[in-house]
């Protein structure tokens, strides 16, 4: 006899991001340069397509912001955005941000919260855990 059977067993295949912003300072003064790290890693066991990440920051203290990696900063928004065609499977990006403290700011030292989000096109599938694609430090 044959005592062999096939069976399919389905396996949940998606992309899974984390991101996490990293600043060197937690307060600055007029005139100081900042940079900031967004770092975006997917943790899935499916590679990601359509990527986009931003990153927002306070336009009224930051002058002069440039970004790593093609991110386009929109200074009257306050917004740095990046649009990624892919990013593998347990693969990671560290996007840089540089700027520096308005001249122009009230206050001699100067405390501010960055912030950072990541979202896909979700043709590989849903992104299980959504808690984690959003970050900020101040």
């Known amino acids: 006899g044959n005592n062999a059977q096939a069976e399919a067993t389905p396996v949940m295949a998606q992309p899974e991001y984390q991101i996490e912003v990293v600043s060197n300072v937690s307060s600055v003064i007029r005139g100081q340069s900042v940079t900031w790290l967004v770092n975006v890693r997917n943790e899935g066991n499916q590679g990601g397509t359509g990527i986009n990440i931003t990153s927002y920051f306070p336009r009224e203290v930051l002058a002069g912001v440039t970004a790593s990696h093609g991110g386009v900063v929109d200074l009257i928004?306050?917004?740095i955005t990046w649009n990624l065609s892919q990013l593998a499977a347990e693969a990671e990006i560290q996007l840089t941000v540089q700027g520096t403290v308005s001249l122009e700011t009230s206050n001699s030292i100067v405390?501010?919260?960055l912030n950072a989000s990541v979202t896909d096109d979700h043709a590989n599938g849903l992104d299980p855990v959504l808690s984690n694609n959003t970050?900020?430090?101040s």
């Open 111 to 113: 405390e501010f919260a």
């Open 77 to 79: 928004a306050g917004t």
């Open 135 to 137: 970050a900020s430090i």
